[in-house]
């Protein structure tokens, strides 16, 4: 849509997006979505290769969630969950997660987004450590290239320039190596040496920052927003034992990988993963109600109830958190991907899936393609030899996204990455017709730069 054809799409105020090009092009603005498909107010329609962003991994109209969101509006529409008063499908969501989660028992807090779920998290820490009377104990490593999303707390965790435009990251969150072996890999070095050498240097890092001030450690188990990058072989085996020798919480940033995304339930289990804390959001609900959760395991939440009845409360919370609606929506969501035969099908897909991948590395300007069950990019080099990137990775970026929107594919370029996210119920013929509209993007976009 052109800016001249409708004014009123500029009283949006838009993140995430290229100004310019928005300037220019105006939104695409979406009306309805079939399966994988979405289709715009023209009613022309787009392969979704992003499930949104990452989450509608049921597709956008699954009449089953649909049908569980309009009883439980009828039933119960809304309430909170504050002074111990929330609702019946609340609790019924608590015990559910904690008996598929990873630990054997457990504690639950429920936020609106991902975002939410970490600074809560790092609440949870410091509150503890404070009650511990260890207060100085209270900075937060994550990683270089990590997301884990844009409340202060979690945007300071990320490790991403863009922080940098509001004076991030704050005091006390501290960036360790990010573990992309093909990008950061010494020349002769092997990966699992890579593993080692990523080690050794945040061992080094927790002594200088001395490890009795630091709170906590946050991971995704693949950096997803950072462009889907998979850990390094043995990345977490070298990682875990330091974390542990210095007495360090291990918090999961699961919001991507958790419930499929990795061919896994989760993808802790994928990894071979001990954490502490879970986070949970994306596929939490299919994408159909903003939720996340903090999933404790036992030890933490046994002493984490001690510290809050020593405060007389835990002074936190969202008025939506543990919405009855977003909560039975959640119920169906997890019914739907573990017995509706969506993880079934990731796991049946996605080596087909990551096969087609592959194809792309026979292009010139193409450096590497990585993934792992239904997540994937293409990393978009200038010099294949030299892993040197485009000047602009915005720009092009840009181009890719621009020209797959023109080929009714959307794509999302992440820095120099194309990332593919499809949603769990994707076909293997849905497969080829995603990247064959893929190849012909990049075709013409390498053709003309």
Known sequence: MNKNQNNSIFSHLYGFTDMKTLNEKGPIILNQGKGIYVFDIYNKKYLDANSGLWNSVAGFDHPGLVETARKQYKKFGGYHSFFGRLSEETLKLSEKIISISPFKSGKVFFTNSGSEANDTAIKILWMLNNRRGKPNKRKIITRINAYHGVTLGASSMTGKPYIKEFGMPLNEFIHADCPHYWKFGLKEEKEEDFSKRMGKNLEELIIKETPETIAGFFAEPVQGAGGVIPPSKGYFDVIQPILKKYKIPFVADEVITGLGRTGNLWGTETFNLKPDIIISSKALTAGFFPMAAVI??????????????QAEEFPHGFTGGGHPVGCAI???????????????NVKEVSPYFLKRLKEFESYEHIGETRGIGLMAALEMVKNKELKTPFDSHLSMGDKVANESINNGLICRPLGPAIVLCPQFIITKKEIDLMFDMLHDTLKKIFKKN
Not at 330 to 344: P, Q, R, S, T
């Open 296 to 309: 404790l395991n036992q030890d933490i939440a046994d002493e984490f109830i001690k510290v809050s009845e």
């Open 330 to 344: 959640a119920l169906k969501a997890i019914d739907v991907i573990m017995n509706e035969g969506l993880l079934d």
